[in-house]
């Protein structure tokens, strides 16, 4: 691959990001509109949101395991397709029984192109020898601003349906647009790497430190899937918002991450991972327990960009840490590390409504906040994103 085609492969796999992030931005103001829908209550919801959850880390070992065997760019290519249609099937289920399978498979295949893409902008910066993870995940909040904002406009004006269809066929004509520039491992040699390669690895790796960082990209994770899932219920319950401002809680969450991960690479080389981690879980803390005890809904939409500014750049120094981490194959570390931090998003939440429906949102953002302290706190562990080993060589067992 030539340096010109590694560049063309970076804005290809930039768009990915940002079509994903549109569908999961768009996503977001159709999830209160679920209650009314099917009558039902909360509680319900959490489950369904469990069950998109589920789904999501569920397939994202079978996702690993395609891209294994055929390489990133045609697994991502084919679930870059698939997650157009996703949406509408969830909006225009008739019944539970069709909405609950329409979450799981909404989940099943975002997550699976989310593991696809990231899978492929590792091959990127590996050609192009440069980070682009920070920048990626900031495309991908884009494209969440985007469909979170201009998503609540089109459901005030037009409705739901209307919107679902429109996110279809945007989502559709950027994936296809960006397929052509796509560059990564070939097919061929992800095929000869499983079969003629070393000797098989263990499907879990076994070193407790890189697991540890999986925690902290949970604990990251969780109030990003907070806000994605809750913060327009939240608005609207106990702050009185109505749809087009209750959407604007995720939308600008979403577009203060975007704009801090296009500066992280750049904040991150001046200052170093450990320093930009813990400042930044400190400012997500805060701005999350400043949202808990808002007094308006606007003053809360504020609170949660600045959150979002704090949280932008945890999860990408979480990946390159697992990257750099000792006596592991960088592919293996991602992974594990993926994995576990995606749960945050993607299973948490469900949690989330749970406990919200017993004691109320205000006190649910609170709590969450204290994961962010937790995660600056450990902020040294990340040092190997930096290059520098995060824990003694010797705690590493390569997976065997």
Request: aromatic share 8%.
């Amino acid at each position: 691959m030539t340096l010109t085609e590694a560049r063309r492969g970076r804005w290809a796999v930039a768009a990915m990001f940002a079509a994903n992030g549109f569908v999961m931005g768009a996503w977001a103001p159709q999830i209160p509109l679920l209650l009314p829908r099917h009558q039902i209550t909360e509680f319900t919801l959490g489950l369904l949101i469990l069950v998109l959850g589920i789904g999501a880390v569920g397939a994202m070992l079978f996702a690993g395991r395609l891209i294994a065997r055929f390489g990133s760019i045609p697994v991502l290519r084919a679930f870059a397709l698939s997650i157009a249609v996703a949406l509408p099937l969830v909006v225009f289920s008739p019944s539970l029984a069709v909405l609950a399978p329409s979450m799981a498979l909404l989940g099943a295949l975002t997550g699976c192109m989310d593991v696809s893409m990231n899978a492929n902008a590792v091959e990127v910066e590996r050609r192009l020898g440069r980070a682009i993870m920070s920048s990626s995940h900031g495309f991908w909040s884009l494209g969440g601003f985007v469909g979170g904002s201009l998503g609540s406009w089109v459901i005030l004006h037009w409705g739901s349906e209307t919107q679902a269809l429109l996110v279809a066929l945007f989502s559709a004509v950027i994936v296809l647009a960006a397929m052509p520039f796509l560059r990564g491992e070939p097919a061929d040699r992800a095929v000869s790497t499983v079969t003629e390669g070393a000797p098989k690895q263990r499907l879990l790796p076994r070193a407790p430190g890189l697991w540890l960082l999986g925690v902290m990209a949970l604990f990251s994770m969780v109030p990003e899937g907070a806000v994605l899932d809750w913060a327009a219920l939240y608005l609207q319950k106990e702050l009185g918002s109505d749809v087009f401002r209750s959407g604007l809680a995720f939308a600008f969450f979403a577009g203060a991450m975007a704009i801090m991960r296009f500066a992280g690479d750049s904040v991150r080389n001046r200052f170093g991972a450990v320093r930009t981690l813990r400042v930044s879980g400190l400012l997500a803390a805060a701005g999350l327990l400043g949202a808990s005890v808002a007094p308006t809904d606007m003053i809360a939409v504020i609170c949660f960009a600045a959150s979002g500014l704090g949280v932008a750049n945890m999860v990408p120094i979480m990946f390159s840490a697992a990257g750099n981490y000792p006596g592991l194959s960088s592919g293996t570390a991602i992974s594990a590390v993926t994995m576990v931090g995606y749960m945050g998003i993607l299973v948490a939440p469900a949690s989330i409504g749970f406990v919200a429906e017993a004691i109320g949102f205000r006190l649910t953002y609170a709590a969450l906040s204290l994961l962010l302290i937790i995660v600056a706190l450990l902020a040294g562990r990340t040092a190997g994103a930096d290059g520098v080993h995060a824990v003694p060589e010797a705690e590493a067992r390569p997976a065997a």
